[in-house]
């Protein structure tokens, strides 16, 4: 089982639709989340940080962390088609210099 | 303030060549990392550096891989001598301290080994 498994899609809505995307793990001792968009030929960059469980909400953008059923989600409102794009998972057990482990991506294509 | 900036953006070699990428981080940024994204995955950390030491560099493969980081800025990974499998976006980022900041991606280099 791999420590992060993310759906790779791909997903494709219509314009003003809201869009969920999921990642599993399987390490318990993750505790930080974060949620990285990549766009073609370019690097990831970061949308939402997350410490442990909860919600986090930003303008569009809303993140949440279940840690019991381990199962981090993030959902898009409104979605635009500048949000197609790929989006990665990642997450890490608190310790200085613990590595971000990454899942695979899920590609999302948002329509006018 | 400027990005993480890589060079080349493409290379395209035969396998068995050797190949080196080069990154210059965020300016103040104490940690670099390089990672390597395989088409459908997402990205794999293979060094991390702390100024100009190592952090971590369990995933890198020694045998073919090497990475420096002279006076803690700017960074070298090589391949030598490269495989197939060594196909890839090879992905530097910056982050500013020790912790688990913000890290900061460059565009990234594309490897085709042929």
């Known amino acids: 089982q791999k420590e992060v498994e993310q759906d790779p899609g791909p997903l494709s809505v219509p314009e003003g639709a809201i869009v969920s995307l999921n990642c599993t793990y399987s390490n318990s001792a993750f505790q930080y989340f974060m949620w990285y968009r990549q766009y073609s030929r370019k690097g990831p960059e970061l949308l939402m940080y997350?410490?442990?469980?909860g919600n986090k909400e930003d303008g569009r953008f809303t993140a949440q962390v279940d840690k019991s059923s381990k199962y981090i989600s993030l959902f898009i409102r409104d979605s635009q088609p500048s949000d197609s794009a790929t989006y990665l998972c990642?997450?890490?057990?608190?310790?200085?210099?613990?590595?971000?482990?990454f899942g695979k991506g899920t590609t999302l294509s948002v329509s006018s | 303030e400027a990005g993480v900036a890589q060079s080349p953006r493409y290379k395209i070699i035969e396998k068995r060549q050797s190949v080196a990428f080069w990154c210059n981080p965020i300016s103040g940024h104490a940690t670099l990392y390089w990672y390597q994204q395989i088409l459908g995955q997402g990205p794999k950390l293979l060094i991390q550096f702390q100024n100009n030491g190592v952090v971590d560099d369990s995933q890198l493969p020694k045998d073919r891989f090497s990475a420096e980081r002279l006076k803690g800025v700017d960074s070298t990974l090589k391949i030598q001598p490269a495989k197939l499998e060594d196909s890839a976006v090879y992905l530097c980022?910056?982050?500013?301290?020790?912790?688990?900041?913000?890290?900061?991606f460059g565009p990234g280099t594309r490897l085709t080994v042929t």
């Open positions: 997350t410490y442990s469980s």
């Open positions: 990642a997450m890490s057990a608190w310790q200085a210099g613990t590595a971000l482990i």
């Open positions: 980022a910056s982050s500013l301290g020790t912790g688990l900041g913000e890290q900061y």
